[in-house]
């Protein structure tokens, strides 16, 4: 990552709640034997792990160690070695972070408060279906013909109305009935 990416990713990092975070962590008790890394410097690999499409542990510990000058924006300030990452990976919960994920969608997604209101009178969980086709170059993928000179796969979708996320996907062929592959 380069010194503006690194700039953007401490941007990033700094519209998570830090208290939020915080209460979140006391819960879990997950810096407890820690073996270094708090859980602070855990979510930041992770999330520079997805942003610089880093594909192991030796990634992740090459591209926070080459940005040594900058890890003080980020709030962490050494960057953990591959062994540590890989224990702390093994040994942390992800319910932290599946925690802190929802807690910050509940921050920045006021509207889905509403939703859950709304939700909550209906007294039953609802649930959205879509389907979406996917076109695709037949020179490619020969097998996901759609039509005579077209190719396509579908995604169906179901998605739970009252968190905005999906609870089951699934991806057939193109010509698939909306209705038939969820």
């Not at 810096?31 to 520079?48: A, E, R």
């Not at 591209?63 to 591959?82: Q, V």
């Not at 702390?88 to 932290?96: D, K, P, Q, T, V």
């Not at 209101?117 to 979406?132: C, E, G, N, P, V």
């Amino acid at each position: 990552m380069s010194m503006i990416n690194v700039s953007l990713f401490s941007q990033v990092l700094k519209l998570i709640d830090r208290d939020i975070k915080k209460k979140i962590v006391i819960t879990h008790n997950s810096d407890k034997h820690n073996k270094g890394i708090n859980s602070w410097t855990h979510l930041v690999f992770i999330l520079f792990m997805h942003l610089a499409n880093a594909n192991s542990n030796r990634d992740i510990s090459n591209g926070l160690r080459s940005a040594t000058g900058n890890l003080s924006h980020l709030g962490i300030y050494k960057a953990p070695s591959k062994s540590s990452m890989s224990y702390i990976n093994a040994h942390r919960s992800f319910e932290i972070f599946k925690d802190l994920y929802f807690a910050m969608l509940n921050k920045y997604e006021p509207s889905l408060q509403r939703r859950r209101k709304y939700a909550a009178t209906l007294k039953r969980q609802i649930f959205i279906m879509d389907a979406s086709v996917i076109p695709l170059s037949l020179d490619l993928f020969d097998w996901a013909t759609f039509r005579t000179k077209k190719g396509a796969i579908k995604l169906h979708a179901v998605l739970d109305y009252d968190t905005a996320l999906p609870s089951y996907a699934v991806i057939t062929e193109g010509k698939t009935h909306n209705s038939i592959g969820c």
